[in-house]
């Protein structure tokens, strides 16, 4: 059970990690609109691995993955329903098929973890709510689910506000519309400093439910969020965050 944990900490320490290069890429090469949505899958990848570290267990991991497969033969169905009367069926049923090969495989190693585990598939929802509110509230970090996740939805799903702000600005001025633009951009840099802060925290949990008590490597840590929080506040009136 400590290895399966360990490495699947492992493993989602390194994918997050990889969509946090590709924030500050984004940042650094001025886009910043994907870097926001990138900011998203940070935080959500890092909430999930803050949940698996200070709330969950092996069994709270091997239910994210029961859940997942469940759901991915579930929508595979779907589509093999959907598609039964159209055109082209049997070349589509043949490729769904042979992803169904790939699921089924996962699903004998997620099974075999559920025996060995012994795990219920009536816990699940318990081990792994399926609302990533509910884990923000697990961990006691509901105003981060509001502040940053939630906000950050408006890139991820192309949300009507930023057309709404660019309309607005059309009538506008030169130099107001430079303000929008400016405020824009500090917001985006901002929030995937939030982001990586987030991000930090998760490696931290994890290090944590490890075993880390205390050292210089979790010093190390705390102090590099303590200079990216630093410049998030230094940053936060030119994005926009009002003065209270």
Same mark, same amino acid.
């Given at each position: 059970a400590q290895n399966?944990?360990?490495?699947? #900490?492992?493993?989602?320490?390194?994918?997050?990690?990889?969509?946090?290069?590709?924030m500050l890429s984004c940042i650094a090469t001025r886009n910043h609109a994907s870097a926001e949505a990138l900011a998203r899958v940070v935080v959500e990848g890092s909430t999930n691995l803050m949940y698996f570290s200070f709330c969950g267990n092996e069994k709270s991991i091997i239910s994210f993955m029961a859940m997942w497969v469940s759901e991915h033969k579930r929508k595979l169905a779907e589509w093999k329903d959907y598609i039964k009367d159209k055109d082209a069926n049997g070349t589509v049923v043949a490729m769904i098929n042979k992803r169904l090969?790939?699921?089924?495989?996962?699903?004998e190693f997620v099974e075999h973890g559920l025996d060995k585990f012994s795990v219920e598939k009536n816990e699940f929802p318990k081990l792994w709510p399926k609302s990533i509110f509910r884990r923000f509230q697990a961990l006691g970090q509901e105003s981060s689910y509001y502040?940053?996740? #939630?906000?950050?939805?408006?890139?991820? #799903?192309?949300?009507?506000?930023?057309?709404?702000?660019?309309?607005?600005?059309?009538?506008?001025?030169d130099e107001d519309k430079c303000k929008i633009g400016q405020e824009t951009l500090s917001y985006s840099i901002m929030m995937t400093r939030i982001s990586s802060m987030s991000f930090i925290d998760g490696v931290a949990f994890s290090c944590i439910h490890h075993g880390l008590e205390g050292g210089e490597q979790l010093n190390r840590l705390l102090k590099l969020k303590g200079i990216i929080e630093k410049t998030t506040h230094e940053i936060a009136e030119a994005a926009g965050v009002p003065k209270i």
């Amino acid at each position: 059970a400590q290895n399966f944990t360990i490495y699947t #900490h492992i493993n989602l320490i390194g994918r997050i990690f990889e969509q946090v290069e590709g924030m500050l890429s984004c940042i650094a090469t001025r886009n910043h609109a994907s870097a926001e949505a990138l900011a998203r899958v940070v935080v959500e990848g890092s909430t999930n691995l803050m949940y698996f570290s200070f709330c969950g267990n092996e069994k709270s991991i091997i239910s994210f993955m029961a859940m997942w497969v469940s759901e991915h033969k579930r929508k595979l169905a779907e589509w093999k329903d959907y598609i039964k009367d159209k055109d082209a069926n049997g070349t589509v049923v043949a490729m769904i098929n042979k992803r169904l090969e790939a699921v089924n495989l996962y699903e004998e190693f997620v099974e075999h973890g559920l025996d060995k585990f012994s795990v219920e598939k009536n816990e699940f929802p318990k081990l792994w709510p399926k609302s990533i509110f509910r884990r923000f509230q697990a961990l006691g970090q509901e105003s981060s689910y509001y502040t940053n996740y #939630h906000r950050l939805s408006g890139s991820s #799903h192309i949300t009507a506000e930023d057309t709404i702000l660019w309309l607005m600005s059309i009538g506008m001025g030169d130099e107001d519309k430079c303000k929008i633009g400016q405020e824009t951009l500090s917001y985006s840099i901002m929030m995937t400093r939030i982001s990586s802060m987030s991000f930090i925290d998760g490696v931290a949990f994890s290090c944590i439910h490890h075993g880390l008590e205390g050292g210089e490597q979790l010093n190390r840590l705390l102090k590099l969020k303590g200079i990216i929080e630093k410049t998030t506040h230094e940053i936060a009136e030119a994005a926009g965050v009002p003065k209270i």
